[in-house]
């Protein structure tokens, strides 16, 4: 390793601005506008093009490319911006695209966030905290994917597709609407099959909120009548319990995808 953490290998535009501690491996090449915060380490063969934000202690592995222009027709490289937060994996062969200034101007990866090898997150997406993004899943443009969401290998996310909180989506799994918080996603096209019961165990959710989220969530998706009068039925009834609250409110919320349930339309 050369003076200053950097390989005598790599390439550093004078625009890029490297912190003191990070380390930089051979045949990186960091071009202008980028920040790689203390404690970040590059592996090897690292491509970092466009404003792109490091956090500390990040790790990138070989091959990755971080920002570039997005896969959007008539966007420009600098049109926006990828943000990646501290104590993230990046494994080999990722590629994160920078945002688009239609979409929001910025792609972001939060603390603690960990990407597989080969997997694609497109521009104007958001990675929630702690969220993993398995091998060779591919997540098209303006995706989010919430806190301690778990996309499997191979998984595809249509664009503008919302993942809630501490839901699972199986591999290969073909997700075009959006899996409610805490939801169990499988299959092409993907169905919602319940909850991610062994996810809600290994928080430690105790057995009265599992509960009370099975009975709430057999009331929403199988009981009698419309889907909206179920929903504030839900709400009045096990609104209390906070992990019901936060199901209800991310439907309530909306987005451009309609709600993925049990069946398909």
Sequence with gaps: MGAGGIHPTAIVSGGANIADGALIGPYCVIGDGATIAAGAEL??????????TVGARTVVHAFTTLGGPPQ???????????????????????????????????????????VMSAAH???????????????????????????????????????????GAYAIVGGAAAVDRDVIPFGSAFGNRA?????????????????????????AYQELFHG???????????????????????IVDFIVEGGARPVLGPGRD
């Design 43 to 52: 592996k090897s063969h690292v491509v970092v093009d466009g404003r792109v």
């Design 121 to 163: 997150i497109g521009h104007d997406c958001f990675i929630g905290p702690g969220a993993v993004v398995a091998s060779n899943a591919s997540l098209g443009g303006h995706c989010i994917v919430e806190e301690g969401a778990f996309l499997g290998g191979l998984a595809a996310l249509h664009q503008r597709v919302r993942v």
């Design 191 to 215: 169905r919602l099959n319940g909850l991610n019961i062994i996810g809600l165990k290994r928080r430690g959710t105790s057995r009265d909120v599992i509960a009370a989220m099975r009975l």
């Design 72 to 114: 959007h027709l008539g966007a420009l490289k600098d049109d926006a911006e990828l943000v990646i937060g501290a104590d993230c994996l990046i494994r080999e062969q990722a590629s994160i695209h920078l945002g688009t200034k239609a979409g929001g101007g910025k792609t972001v990866i939060s603390d603690g966030a960990f």
């Design 224 to 246: 009698d009548g419309v889907f909206a009068d179920r929903l504030v039925a839900v709400a009045a009834a096990h609104g209390e319990v906070a992990e019901v609250r936060r």
